[in-house]
């Protein structure tokens, strides 16, 4: 059924009967290595290069890897004070005409803005041990599921969210975990581990690690309430896929913190690498070449789309042979989407403040 060399998926945990057996987990990804004279079992080994016997019928093929898909957010106006959101509203005074905004008076909180009898309610939708809640009993992953869950029914609010009011200009996007597991982006954190920390980041600090017998870099989110910000830097480089970008491995979402794993680039930042050697050593051949890859690569960004919104030495990785990267993908944005959180102005180009 499944050739040598194929990666297949667990559809169930399996507990090994004999030494001889690999145990796995629910979701873990294992290759086979051969059949065997029993057409139930197979010969496989797991991402950590433990081999072991496993039954057919516990797995599947895995699929290749797809793009994680942004949810769009119209009904998303961003930071807008309370009356302005009442002003918005009252334009079209209907039932169930609603609005989320953040909360001027709660900073990195939101508020539910729904309308009802010529009236505002305004509902704050707080973190709750990493989930968003309006009730402290219905918990949600995101804003989109939030939304869904009360435009199915009031649940404990005023009324049903019947209409969204549509906000004007470039739309906020949100994104799932489950997206990234359904994907195929999903990495188990039992098949992770951290060596050392090599530096710090916007998110938290960034790890030297192993993942499948190789060196790999590791990003971790130390708040959770940027998790949006974390996850949508993740579902970007997804659809990502040139030899001048930093290239994404996957993402751990099983256990607190969150990590992203990329591919590990041994000489650093290129602002690093710029600073601590002379003209000596850098030539101008060199230089170009780091030219030129960067733009090789900003050049596919367009080309798809994307606009990165902070390019500087900084966010450009070099590997062992010195072929620059870019990297640091957590301002970058389709055209068409946006997401709230500071801009580094000093980097952004005047169209991109401009546009969103």
């Not at 059949?35 to 016997?53: C, H, I, P, Q, S």
């Not at 496993?54 to 797809?66: D, L």
Request: proline fraction near 3%; hydrophobic fraction near 35%; include cysteine.
């Amino acid at each position: 059924m499944f050739a040598p060399g194929t990666e297949v998926i667990a559809n169930f945990t399996f507990r090994k009967g004999n030494r001889k057996d690999l145990q796995f987990e629910k979701g873990d990804t294992l290759i086979v290595v051969e059949k065997t004279e029993d057409a139930n079992w197979l010969k496989a080994k797991d991402l950590r290069g433990n081999v072991g016997y496993i039954p057919v019928n516990y797995v599947k093929k895995k699929k290749g890897k797809e793009a994680v898909q942004l949810h769009k957010m119209p009904w998303f106006h961003g930071r807008i004070d309370r009356t302005t959101a009442e002003n918005l509203l009252m334009q079209n005074a209907q039932d169930g005409l609603f609005l989320v905004r953040e909360s001027i008076n709660y900073p990195g909180d939101f508020a539910l803005c729904v309308c009802y009898q010529r009236k505002v309610e305004h509902y704050r939708v707080m973190y709750d041990k990493d989930k968003l809640t309006v009730d402290e009993e219905s918990s949600f992953t995101n804003l989109t599921q939030l939304v869904d869950h009360y435009e199915r029914g009031a649940d404990g609010l005023i009324c049903r969210l019947n209409k969204p009011l549509k906000k004007e200009g470039t739309l906020a996007v949100s994104v799932d975990e489950e997206s990234f597991k359904e994907s195929g982006w999903h990495i188990p954190r039992k098949d992770l581990d951290l060596v050392k920390v090599v530096g710090h980041g916007e998110f938290g600090d960034v790890w030297e690690g192993k993942f499948n017998g190789k060196r790999v870099a590791v990003k971790s989110l130390k708040e959770e309430g940027t998790s949006q910000t974390f996850l949508t830097e993740a579902s970007v480089m997804t659809g990502l896929n040139h030899r001048n970008l930093v290239m994404l491995l996957g993402v751990t979402l099983d256990s607190r913190p969150m990590y992203i794993i990329t591919e590990f680039c041994d000489k650093g930042s290129l602002v690093e690498y710029l600073r601590s050697r002379g003209r000596a050593v850098i030539t101008q051949k060199d230089l170009i070449g780091f030219a030129k890859d960067v733009a090789e690569g900003m050049k596919y960004l367009e080309s798809q789309n994307f606009v990165h919104r902070d390019l500087a030495a900084r966010n450009v990785l070099l590997d062992e042979k010195c072929m620059a990267k870019v990297a640091d993908f957590g301002h970058a944005r389709e055209k068409s989407v946006s997401v709230t959180g500071k801009l580094p102005i000093k980097w952004t180009a005047p169209e991109a403040l401009k546009d969103g």
